[in-house]
């Protein structure tokens, strides 16, 4: 009898003419050791855990052995790096091994990262180190955990090798599971090289693969436009909600398929600054936190580009059709913003002056330097209780001073007089969009060091237990409820490649 547990692997990329990747096996590692499996999501996928724990199990997920029907292989691309364009990417350190259909039905990519060198390594050494993965395994679970789309992560695995940074680090796997890996840059890299007729197949396997709907349209591939602009102005509206700062928005970094990918030196804000940055590589602030949506129509324009051949015959009205779809960007991207920011104030009824509100409240978090989501979080407390409970320390005491005491805080609680529930019901409300635990750049770098100098993965395991509880009850104690004191603050995140 077959093992229950035996990945069977589907391979719609593979049957893509040849430009589209390069065919790669993933390297023999010394000693590959699963320190993480996500059993949720291995679950979900019709994985069984314990056999992928188990020696055989791991040789397939861990790509040492190659399970049926996997053809791996790495995927072409080009990109568009802080501006620049760059006419070759590609995965230089991934392969993506296949899809697995979900227990929902769905095909999920199956992809490594770290896994070797590639034709697309470069100068590269097509490896990934341990504090990376188990960074990317925890903020993408985190965002899959709050509702936002993201690519997940399935397991982190050690491959026993010594990676060669500005120091010597513990090599490692991220098997990450994704809608897709097609990106604005898979676009770019045929459009870069004049390949018209590949720029329409890839159109065609999007098309299928996630906007199937846009078959029956007039102009299908106009509407495939629109879908992923709508998709991608909902993500950015998500991150800009929750504070969260990608740091790399590059093109090649901008997934089709509208989920968060690629996590470098990404970050959560802690106290409110409009120009915030933490990666250590965006020298100009290009990708701070309040250019996101701009950066992303940028990215959708250089998109927009590569497809005009497919939208009409003559080019003139197809720059015209693009422009006007590209055109609608600030009212949709604003659209999810006020609604997105609304909810977490508790603004149930929309009304106009609601938006001028939601603006001032960011005003007064800038002004003032307060923590991003406990102010959200603590609102509601003072919403009903009038003041925060006990244990209050400095922070939060001059946290609700500020805010109590501010002209913003009498608006707020007068509008919120026109929601006909009571301040209870709405408390609780506020609590379900109002996550009272995120990963915190420090918190975040304590546990990741523990694994890369310590061998400890425990407070790794202990902080991503914490964080797949967002929106648990938590008192003013608890280390989430804290910005770092200014000795613990982690001002620069680095991609670590
Ligand atoms: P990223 O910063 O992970 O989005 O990667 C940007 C580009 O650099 C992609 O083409 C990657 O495949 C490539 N890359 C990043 N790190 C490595 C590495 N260690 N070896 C080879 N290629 C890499
Ligand atoms: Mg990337």
Same mark, same amino acid.
């Given at each position: ?33 699963? /320190? ?13 855990? #314990?056999? &992928? ?48 259909? #979900? ?35 925890? /903020? ?10 993201? *690519? ?21 796997? &991220? @098997? ?18 004049? %390949? ?17 709907s846009a078959l029956s349209k007039e102009n299908p591939y106009l509407d495939l436009f629109r ?23 590059? *093109? ?16 959560? %804000? ?6 915030? @940055? ?18 992303? &129509? ?12 497919l939208i009409d015959?003559?080019? #003139?009205s197809?720059?015209?059709k693009?422009?006007? @779809? ?44 307060? #923590? ?26 001059? %946290?609700?001073? *500020? ?26 409300? %506020? ?61 620069? *995140?680095?991609?670590?490649?």
């Amino acid at each position: 009898m077959e093992d229950p547990g035996q990945i069977r692997f589907e391979n719609s990329y593979a049957v893509l003419p040849k430009q589209f990747y390069a065919k790669v096996k993933p390297e023999i590692m010394p000693r590959v050791n699963v /320190i993480k499996l996500n059993k949720n999501l291995a679950e979900e996928l019709n994985l069984n855990p #314990d056999w &992928l724990l188990k020696d055989e199990g791991t040789k397939f997920l861990s790509g040492q052995r190659i399970a049926p029907g996997s053809e791996p292989l790495a995927q072409a691309y080009a990109g568009h790096q802080f501006g620049t364009f760059v006419p070759q990417l590609g995965d230089g350190r991934a392969l993506l091994l296949g899809e697995i259909t #979900d227990k929902k039905g769905k095909k999920m990519d199956f992809q490594l990262k770290g896994s070797g060198r590639t034709p697309f390594s470069r100068n590269g050494d097509g490896r990934a180190t341990l504090g990376p993965v188990l960074r990317e395994y925890l /903020i993408s679970e985190y965002m899959n955990a709050i509702n936002i789309p993201t *690519t997940r992560s399935l397991a982190a695995i050690t491959t026993g090798e010594t990676v060669i940074r500005e120091t010597q680090l513990p090599g490692a796997l &991220l @098997v990450r599971v994704a809608s897709s890996h097609v990106r604005i840059g898979t676009f770019q890299y045929f459009y870069a090289r004049q %390949m018209n007729a590949e720029i329409k197949i890839l159109a065609n396997y999007i098309i299928k693969r996630h906007y199937p709907s846009a078959l029956s349209k007039e102009n299908p591939y106009l509407d495939l436009f629109r879908n992923i602009v709508e998709r991608q102005a909902d993500l950015i509206s998500d991150w800009m909600s929750i504070g969260f700062i990608h740091g790399v928005m590059n *093109t090649d970094n901008t997934s089709l398929s509208g989920e968060t990918i690629d996590y470098g030196p990404c970050a959560f %804000m802690d106290r409110f600054q409009f120009d915030k @940055v933490y990666s250590s590589i965006d020298h100009t602030r290009r990708y701070c936190y309040q250019n996101q949506p701009k950066i992303l &129509l940028w990215n959708l324009s250089r998109l927009a580009e590569t497809m005009l051949i497919l939208i009409d015959t003559n080019i #003139d009205s197809a720059i015209k059709k693009m422009e006007e @779809v590209l055109g609608e960007f600030p009212k949709l991207y604003e659209g999810f913003w006020v609604t997105k920011m609304c909810s977490r104030l508790g603004l149930l009824k929309k009304k106009p002056s609601d938006r001028s509100l939601v603006e001032n409240f960011l005003k007064l978090l800038h002004e003032k330097n307060l #923590d991003f989501n406990t102010s959200f979080y603590f609102l509601g407390d003072l919403l009903v209780e009038g003041q925060l409970k006990k244990h209050m320390n400095q922070d939060h005491q001059h %946290m609700m001073k *500020t805010i109590q005491s501010s002209k913003w805080y009498n608006t707020w609680e007068k509008r919120l007089t026109s929601e006909e529930i009571s301040q209870k019901e709405l408390k609780k409300l %506020m609590r379900l969009k109002n996550p009272s635990a995120f990963p915190r750049n420090h918190l975040v770098e304590k546990a990741l060091n523990s694994a890369i100098y310590e061998g400890d993965i425990k407070p790794f395991n202990d902080l991503l237990g914490e964080l797949m509880n967002p929106f648990m009850e938590r008192s003013l104690q608890d280390p989430f409820a804290h910005p770092p004191k200014p000795s613990e603050e982690v001002t620069a *995140t680095f991609c670590g490649t």
